[in-house]
């Protein structure tokens, strides 16, 4: 008999055994759902990971001010953080590329005639946007000069540029920050959102100097971002090609002994490096998908086991059947492929259901909780997998005491 | 076609026990014949069906079916030969519930391997027994008589060359019983070799010949010519 002949009865049979069915589904419909889910969710965390990194910049440290531990905006009340310390990384550590120190401070008001806009202002120096892998789109960027004069130049996001301008050419405009006015000599390129989903494109970047002395009046700095070496080809493929644990090491090491500080203080400054930062994230969902991944094949082998003492009690009710099937012409085999497909249809239809909803649940939880869910063929490929391997280890048994069973007997029922 | 040399089949019954059902049978059938095996109740007549239709296998003693010896014969080979050369009819008719007449009728199909048109074959079968109009019911919308016509359909659709029904009439009352004997009849025309097993008197004596059975045994084997 063929393969499509057996499929055909399968349905039939389970089509007229709904409840049964159904129960012997669900269980599969609950593993797989859970799988497609963790996958799906686990896909999207893996994005924001690579995001992250990429919005934190690839080959970097980053020092700020404050201490504790994470990583965040810097303690704005913390002020021993100096451009000094900048200048003393720059000289005293090697395998450096850029020493980029910055300001940073939230909640400034943009004016540009009638439009205004509530941003993020960043004192920078020229280095900033190499830092920072990012580039001037139009104008040109903060120099030395602005600095040395405390000039009143700015360069806007293209969020800024947006909002204020509303396509008009901004350069050589002049804006207000809060109540200061200045004037727009570039526009950086577009960088999008960060992986907390800020708008990082709605800022202005200023001189280091304008924006300490003139906007905030202040003598320390928020941050250091340090850019390391790129690394020699034949480091490449190394875990830390760059030697960014040992850089992070020596900038710790140096800003202690700068800042005057021995354990058990603590530290008055937090410091993180990209591998860092792709560690930690790939912690929390790593640890987050084993369990629930580990969870879900829990589900199914139970639900194997669950399908498995169904279709022993099936067989039985159905001695009859098996009996009348073997008195015209069903052989031993035709027997077995007819219980064991229709375990697998059983748990491939329950797979499918289970892909579905698992779609549709990864969707709603990224809609509720902002996580990222990415659809993709890994849990279409994975519930097949499953389902088929559930469907052949729960329906082997059964099918094979459905198999050699004794005709006459059986067809006594 | 048919040659039973000294078939014995002994069960175990309740672990020890053994119970001898058939004592050393022995007989010939030839193609074409309509016979009926009339023997009481529980003396040995459905294990000896059941042997001759290949669903059992004897304990000891030799049977030919078109000179094969059956004993020598795989699992997948009698399941075969059920296939093909024998069509079931049972007093209990043995139709799968919830299945239409139709699927009833097309089962035996489904298992050879030959790629012909099942629906008709089986619509066809079918019809033969005067059950066209009830194709698409399911066995509890229908009466007994209809039921055992279409395990008749169903026992016929491959065209055996023998049928062998095991007190088909005896879940019928006399008028569905006289249409079941007529369909045997009008099969044993077109030349299928009928074996009918029975208790009943009224019944063997539609058969051309009549062997009776009692402990295990044949005891008077008769021919008669009508």
Excluded at chain 1, 191 to 217: E, F, Q, W, Y
Excluded at chain 1, 363 to 389: D, H, M, N, R
Excluded at chain 2, 176 to 205: D, P, Y
Aim: charged content about 20%; proline content about 4%; aromatic content about 6%.
């Amino acid at each position: 008999m063929s393969l499509t002949k057996l499929i055909g009865i399968s349905i039939t049979r389970l089509s007229r055994y709904r409840l049964r069915t159904f129960l012997m589904m669900l269980s599969v419909v609950i593993g797989i759902t859970t799988l497609t889910t963790i996958v799906a969710i686990g896909k999207g965390a893996q994005q924001q990971i690579v995001k992250g990194i990429k919005s934190f910049g690839p080959n970097s440290i980053m020092v700020a001010a404050g201490g504790g531990a994470g990583f965040g905006p810097p303690d704005s009340t913390t002020t021993t953080l100096t451009l000094d310390d900048a200048k003393a990384i720059q000289e005293s550590i090697k395998n450096i590329k850029y020493v980029a120190p910055f300001t940073t401070s939230f909640g400034n008001t943009f004016v540009y005639g009638n439009n205004n806009l509530v941003g993020i202002v960043v004192g920078v120096t020229p280095i900033w946007s190499e830092a920072w892998t990012w580039p001037i789109e139009q104008g040109e960027f903060i120099s030395e000069e602005d600095n040395a004069s405390l000039s009143k130049n700015c360069v806007i996001g293209k969020t800024v540029v947006d909002e204020l301008f509303a396509g008009q050419n901004p350069i050589g405009e002049t804006i207000r920050i809060n109540d200061t006015t200045f004037k727009v000599i570039g526009v950086l390129s577009k960088r999008g959102t960060s992986p907390h989903g800020m708008d990082l494109d709605k800022r202005v970047v200023v001189p280091i100097s304008t924006a300490m002395k003139k906007l905030s009046n202040v003598t320390y700095i928020g941050n250091i971002r340090v850019y390391a070496e790129e690394p020699s080809t034949t480091r490449l493929f190394a875990s830390d090609p760059s030697g960014l644990s040992s850089i992070t090491e020596s900038i710790t090491a140096l800003l202690r002994e700068r800042h005057h500080i021995t354990p058990p203080n603590e530290d008055d400054f937090r410091i993180t490096n990209s591998i860092s930062v792709s560690e930690t994230v790939d912690n929390v969902t790593g640890t987050m998908t084993k369990f629930l991944g580990l969870l879900s094949l829990i589900i199914l082998v139970v639900g194997g086991v669950v399908i498995a003492n169904i279709m022993f009690i099936s067989v039985n009710e159905r001695k009859k059947e098996i009996g009348i099937r073997r008195a015209f012409g069903a052989r031993g085999k035709d027997i077995l492929g007819q219980f064991l497909i229709e375990t697998i249809v059983t748990t491939v239809i329950g797979g499918v259901i289970g892909l579905t909803l698992g779609f549709f649940i990864a969707k709603g939880i990224s809609v509720l909780y902002g996580l990222p869910a990415i659809i993709s063929w890994e849990p279409v490929l994975l519930a097949f997998v499953f389902s088929v391997l559930v469907g052949v280890g729960a329906g082997i048994q059964p099918a094979r005491k459905a198999a050699i069973m004794d005709p006459v007997m059986a067809i006594r029922g | 076609m048919i040659k039973l040399q000294d078939i014995t089949k002994t069960y175990k019954k309740n672990g020890d026990m053994q119970v001898e059902v058939l004592r050393g049978v022995s007989l010939e059938i030839q193609k074409g014949e309509f016979v009926a095996l009339r023997a009481p109740s529980g003396m040995g007549k459905s294990t000896l069906m059941n042997i001759i239709g290949c669903l059992d296998r004897p304990t000891s003693g030799r049977y030919l079916l078109d000179d094969v010896g059956v004993e020598t014969l795989s699992d997948n080979e009698l399941s075969r030969i059920r296939n093909r050369k024998i069509g079931f009819v049972f007093q209990a008719f043995n139709l799968l519930p919830k299945t239409t007449a139709l699927e009833n009728v097309e089962l035996p199909l489904i298992y050879s391997a030959a790629k012909t048109d099942l629906r008709a074959k089986a619509k066809a079968a079918l019809e033969a027994v005067g059950l066209g109009e009830r194709m698409d019911h399911v066995p509890s919308e229908l009466s007994g008589g209809q039921q055992q016509r279409v395990a008749i359909a169903r026992a016929l659709v491959n065209d055996p060359d023998i049928i062998l029904a095991d007190e088909p009439t005896g879940n019928l009352d006399s008028n569905a019983s006289g249409e079941v004997l007529e369909i045997f009849r009008e099969l044993n025309r077109k030349g299928t070799t009928i074996v009918l097993v029975t208790h009943e008197q009224e019944i063997a004596a539609e058969a051309r010949r009549i062997i009776k059975m009692k402990d295990g045994k044949v005891i008077s084997d008769e021919r008669r010519d009508n």
